[in-house]
C-alpha cells in the first residue's frame, strides 16, 4: 500500500511505499530524538555546572576550617616531635654503643671461628693428602699389575700368532708337496662329473673313461668315443688335462703339452685332441673361449674347464653331419662287388668322401669361427 507525502516547501506530492514510509518516519524520529536530547544534555550541563560551583564553595569553606585546625594541630605536633627527638637522640646514642660494643664482640668470635675453621681444613687437607698419596700408590701398583698382565697376554698372543704362522707355512708346505698329478686328477674328476651330468640324457651312445693303456709308451688322460646305432664309430677325442698349483717354481705353458698329446692321439687313433688347462691363467687368448691350435697340430684344441661340453657337442655335430658318407662307404666295403669295378668304385667313393669331407670341415671351421666370434663378443 503506497502512502501521500506532501512536500512543504514544493507543495508536490509523493507516492512512497510501506517501506519508504518507514524509512521517513524513522528519519523525522530520530531527528527530533537528537533535538530533544541536546536540549535535555544541555539542561543537565547547565545543573551540573550549578552543583559543582555550590559544592567548590563549601568545599572551599570546609578547607579553610580544616586547615585553620590543621595548623593548630601541627604546632602541637612540632612541639610533640622537638620533645621526641631529644629521646630519640639519647636512645639512638645508647643503641650505637651498645652495637659497637656487640659488634668487638662478634669480630672476636669470627676470628675464633675462622680459626678453628682453619684448623679443620688444615687436619682435612692432611686427611685427603694422605689419601691422595695412599691411591698413588694403589694406581702404581695397579699399572704395575695391569702391564705385567697386558705383557703376559701379548707373550700369548704372540706365541698364537707365532704357531698360526708355523701351521700356515706348514699347510703351505704341504699344498706345494701336492703332485701335479694329484692337482691334474682334480681337474679331471670335474670333468668327468660334468659328463656323468649329461650322460643319461645326450651321451647314450657314447664313452667317456681313463686312457689306462700305456703299452706304447704313453698315454692320454680321458679318451671320448661315440658311435651310431649300426655301431660305426661318429667321433673320437682324446683329452688331456692339465692344471698347476700356485707355488710351482716352473709355471708350465699350454704349448709344452700339445706335442705329446698330439702323440697320444695318433697312437690311439683318435679324431680330435682336445687340452683342458688351467694354466696361464692370465693369458687374454685363452681366456676368450675355445682356442683351436690346428696350425700346430691338426685337429686340436685348447679350452678351459667351462667349455669342456660345449667342445664336445661342437665336435659331435660336425662329425655327425659326415656320418652318412662314412655309412655309405662302410656299406660298401661290406658288400661283395666284383674284383673289377672295386678300384673304380672305391676311387670315386674317395673322392666323394674327400669333397663331402672338405665341405664339411670348411662349414665345421665356419661354425667354429663364429662360436668363437660370439664368445669373444659375449
Keep these: 500500500m503506497a502512502n501521500q507525502i506532501i512536500c512543504p516547501h514544493c507543495k508536490k506530492t509523493f507516492q512512497v511505499d510501506q517501506a519508504g514510509y518507514a ?5 523525522v524520529r530520530n531527528h527530533e530524538f537528537e533535538q530533544e536530547l541536546e536540549q535535555r544534555s544541555a539542561l543537565a550541563s547547565r545543573e551540573k555546572q550549578d552543583a559543582l560551583s555550590l559544592a567548590e564553595a563549601k568545599a572551599k569553606n570546609q578547607m ?47 676470628k675464633l671461628a675462622i680459626s678453628q675453621a682453619l684448623a679443620s681444613l688444615e687436619k682435612e687437607k692432611d686427611r685427603l693428602t694422605g689419601e691422595l698419596k695412599i691411591r698413588d700408590s694403589e694406581k702404581k701398583l695397579l699399572e704395575s699389575s695391569l702391564k705385567e698382565k697386558y705383557q703376559a697376554e701379548l707373550k700369548t698372543k704372540d706365541d698364537i700368532i707365532r704357531l698360526k704362522e708355523e701351521e700356515i707355512a706348514l699347510r703351505k708346505e704341504m699344498k706345494a708337496r701336492l703332485s701335479t698329478k694329484m692337482l691334474g686328477e682334480t681337474l679331471e674328476q670335474h670333468c668327468e662329473m660334468e659328463f656323468e651330468k649329461l650322460r643319461a640324457t645326450g651321451f647314450q651312445n657314447a664313452s667317456f673313461g681313463k686312457d689306462n693303456d700305456a703299452s706304447e709308451g704313453s698315454k692320454g688322460d680321458y679318451i671320448y668315443r661315440e658311435f651310431d646305432q649300426n655301431g660305426n664309430e661318429v667321433i673320437s677325442i682324446m683329452f688331456e688335462m692339465k692344471n698347476e698349483a700356485d707355488q710351482t717354481a716352473t709355471k708350465k705353458k699350454n704349448d709344452d703339452f700339445l706335442a705329446k698329446l698330439d702323440q697320444d692321439r695318433t697312437k690311439k687313433g683318435c679324431e680330435y685332441a682336445v687340452l683342458v688347462s688351467l694354466l696361464e691363467p692370465d693369458s687374454e687368448l685363452y681366456n676368450t673361449g675355445i682356442i683351436d691350435v690346428s696350425h700346430l697340430f691338426p685337429k686340436m684344441y685348447v679350452i678351459r674347464p ?15 653331419r659326415t656320418m652318412g658318407y662314412k655309412a655309405e662307404l662302410a656299406q660298401v666295403r661290406a658288400q661283395n662287388i666284383d674284383i673289377s669295378n672295386f678300384e673304380e668304385n672305391l676311387e670315386i667313393a674317395k673322392q666323394a668322401f674327400a669333397r663331402n669331407y672338405d665341405l664339411g670341415k670348411r662349414k665345421f671351421q665356419t661354425a667354429i669361427e663364429g662360436i668363437d666370434k660370439t664368445i669373444r663378443q659375449l
Excluded: H, V, Y
Design 64 to 110: 579553610q576550617a580544616g586547615l585553620a585546625k590543621k595548623e593548630a594541630e601541627l604546632a602541637d605536633l612540632r612541639s610533640q616531635n622537638e620533645n621526641l627527638m631529644i629521646k630519640l637522640t639519647a636512645e639512638k646514642d645508647q643503641e650505637i654503643s651498645r652495637l659497637k660494643a656487640q659488634i668487638d664482640s662478634t669480630e672476636l668470635n669470627k
Design 306 to 320: 667351462q667349455f669342456f661340453i660345449p667342445i664336445i657337442t661342437l665336435l659331435r655335430n660336425a662329425a655327425q
Design 23 to 27: 524509512e521517513i518516519l524513522s528519519q
